[in-house]
């Protein structure tokens, strides 16, 4: 059965809490075969030096998400793409 984007949504829930906490917010823009798309966008009050490097946050999102089999690949943007 395939993801669906709610529960990407649902398994990043607290993955997002720390996000927030730095004006920061994790936006499922969709999934396709095997792909998950994952936009990083900032808030008006965003802390820059407190979001990690790309490469990092990738790795800690593969982390949150291990439990969905499924997803084999996640795509990234972030707020200066």
Do not use: H, W
Request: aromatic letters at 4%.
């Amino acid at each position: 059965m395939p993801v669906e984007t709610s529960t990407i949504e649902q398994q990043l829930a607290a993955f997002r809490e720390g996000l927030v906490a730095d004006g920061y917010d994790i936006v499922v823009d969709g999934y396709a075969a095997g792909t998950a798309r994952l936009r990083i966008a900032a808030g008006p009050n965003a802390c820059e030096e407190c979001l990690v490097p790309k490469p990092i946050m990738l790795r800690m999102l593969e982390e949150s998400l291990k439990g969905l089999s499924d997803i084999r690949e996640i795509q990234l943007a972030y707020p200066a793409d």
